[in-house]
């Protein structure tokens, strides 16, 4: 009889084994692939293997997962082979990815500053580093002119700008008589209207503000030109603008809307801000000799009422002296005195007139009284002379000029101030950023280069940047009229002879300084 060996009998029990493993019923079968679920399509082969596990999506240390139920996971848990992805939303390569710098900023402001339940998100900044793009123009280096150019040249500049200004003007008031209906009496057509597809025709109204800011810039700065070629300030001339000006203001007040438009505005107050200033500086300096003229004379008439007193004093002083003298023979200390005028009343023997000149001299020195050596030694109060009524009339206006250089220039930083020009004027702020000319490099730039370095003006109490001023202010006009096709003066409604148009009094030239 065969007797079975240990390795027969273990091979025969595995082959057993695996036989009934395999015999699974159909029921069991589906049940199998119902706790599987759903299978997807495979991935594709193209693409490349996920990258390792990051520590970042691993979760913080101290917070603990919460446990669900069997039957929540079962709903919510996804299958690990899901379809492929769509183009929205690739899948992570292995090399590290760099996001766009305007999505860091946001996704690093977004966790530094959560937004809370009503409050506002913040507009993304524009460019790819959250700057303008027109923050990122150079302006050109252009040869240093120096601050010996002749006058003949500031003359020749002055004849140019005010001749684009007069032809500006014009535009700007034709385009506004042919905007009004043709039943209104200030209605006046066009000799050769625009094309109806052009920019000038579909803004026409646009484009005569802009024309007016434009021939406003032109003036100024015209007549800047005058008074920096002589360095002096004829007020007579920058009395002229202010007829010109207000109307602009006025116009642009009621007609302007969104915020590049108004920071035009604040350019119109910012210029009449630095007239008033540089009227201010000028005049204060002729303002001050009158003063200091006027404090001589009143130094010399209280020098004078002083001596006057001390006289009386000195012969009141004799006089009771006299008459309070026993009629006796004069001793001896007094006969060689007797008619001295330095003779000292005995106690007792003096009358209220001795007082006068310690009264007058008991008014306190400036010089010494506390106040330093600057301070200035002023007569007292009862010591007058006479003025006219230019002299009050110069005080009036120097103190009505500061106050209204203060009300222009609060207005002014409302509307046109750093930001304002980041957002709207990047390319005029990039040539005053990157500029490597000063304050007093006023006369080096071209009035009529578009690419040449400016600087941003400096104080108006200084009575000088009101060139400082036209010049970035001739660039915000371009800058901003590029967007609508404006020209300037190549796209002007030409003039035909001494054809004009009533209204807003051409600024002019005044050789007055007062």
Known sequence: MHRATPSTSSSASSSSHRSRRRQLTREQLLKGLQILGPVSAPLPPELPPSPPASRDSSPAPGHKRRHESEAEQGRNKKPRISVAPSPSRPRPTPRPYAPPAAATS?????????????????????????????????????????????TTEWDTIFNKCFAKARALRFSALSRVAAAHPSTSKEYKPLRNPPNPSSSYAKHSLLMARLELVDSLLHFVYGLWCKDYSVSTCYRASWRTVNDFLQPTKKKLLAESHDEREKSLIGL???????????????????LDRENDQKINRLNIQWKADKAQAQARAAAAAQTSGTAGTPNMLPSPASSNSANSSHSTPLAGHGTPGHNVPMDVDSQPDANHGGGGADRLTLPPPHITIPVNTQFIFDRKSQCSGLLFTSHYMQTAQQHLNLAVMARHFPRTLARMMFSTLGPQDEHEPDFQDDDGELFWPPQAVTGEGLGWVCLMGMAMVKEFGK????????????????????????????????
Not at 276 to 286: D, E, S, T, V
Not at 489 to 504: H, L, M
Request: aromatic share 8%; net charge neutral.
């Open 106 to 150: 946001a996704a690093s402001s977004s966790r530094h500053e959560p937004t809370e339940d009503g409050e506002v998100k913040e507009d993304s900044p524009s460019g790819p580093s959250g700057m303008p793009s027109g923050l990122s123009f150079m302006p050109i280096r252009r040869p240093r002119r120096g601050d010996k150019i002749p």
């Open 268 to 286: 119109l107050f910012m210029i009449d801000a630095y007239i008033h200033g540089r009227k201010l500086k000028y005049q204060a300096a002729a």
């Open 483 to 514: 967007e609508y096709g404006y020209q300037g003066v190549d796209g002007a409604v030409p003039r035909v002879g001494n054809e004009d148009v009533s209204g807003f009094p051409e600024p002019r030239f005044v050789a007055h300084t007062r």
